[in-house]
């Protein structure tokens, strides 16, 4: 579940890919996290935290719109996206608050795609080892509920989560948002991200798709690894 094959970044903070996809490297605490610094073994984790087939709701079920901030270990300062839900579960939209960059994520087609709200051109890519996001569960992970609590004035429950890769704790609605998620990677960056504002309102169709006057841009291959470019 590395984070670095599955970019997920602060989208055209640049003209480099590169460095659009740098800021959320140093988040990959909230894709692969783990408790204690280090990968768990089976004897210390599997009985303690695994509970085979209960888990969270994986995907919302509703239209939802969410502002999260992230607080990430070596950044002094907290970074805060909007995140839109399509009640289907299977797209989202990431919109940084701060720079005119905006990621869509197309579950099914397991693709992803940076825009650029200024210069109306758009990057889309496949990750090849699968799309991974903070805000994706799956039954790969491994699941024990714990107590319910508010985060953004809206009831969650907590969840010992763990992975092949590490443990984290996340807190997700019934209708499947994942509204905190706290955890160490396997190299030891820890990370945090916690919803602010919920909203739950209809959302157009438009809002995970590609506008029509924006135009493709190629990435040179040999500055992202790990992805296939797309169109």
């Not at 890919?17 to 740098?22: D, G, N, S």
């Not at 289907?88 to 701060?98: V, Y």
């Not at 996340?170 to 602010?196: F, M, N, P, R």
Request: net charge negative.
């Amino acid at each position: 579940m590395a984070f670095r094959n599955a970019p997920f970044g602060k989208v055209f903070c640049c003209a480099s890919a590169l460095c659009t996809l740098f800021y959320f490297s140093s988040a990959q605490a909230l894709i692969i996290p783990n408790a204690n610094g280090e990968v768990p073994t089976k004897e210390a984790s599997e009985e303690e935290v695994w509970m085979p087939g209960v888990h969270p709701t994986l995907s919302p079920s509703k239209d939802a719109e969410v502002v999260y901030r992230f607080h990430v270990q070596g950044k002094p300062e907290p970074h805060e996206v909007k995140v839109l839900f399509s009640g289907s579960g299977d797209k989202l939209r990431i919109e940084q608050l701060d720079s005119v960059g905006i990621s869509i994520l197309d579950r099914p087609a397991q693709k992803i795609y940076y825009l650029n709200k200024e210069r109306h051109f758009y990057l889309g890519m496949r990750p090849l080892h699968g799309l991974r996001s903070p805000f994706f569960l799956d039954l790969e992970m491994q699941y024990k509920p714990l107590d319910t609590k508010k985060v953004a004035n809206v009831l969650c429950r907590e969840w010992a989560i763990t992975a092949k890769s590490g443990r984290a704790k996340a807190c997700v609605t019934d209708d499947g948002l994942i509204l905190q998620q706290e955890g160490v990677d396997a190299e030891g960056v820890s990370g945090k991200l916690e919803a602010i504002s919920v909203s739950y309102h209809a959302l157009p169709a438009s809002s995970f798709e590609i506008p029509i006057n924006y135009h493709n841009i190629h990435a040179p291959k040999a500055e992202i690894p790990g992805v296939e470019e797309k169109h």
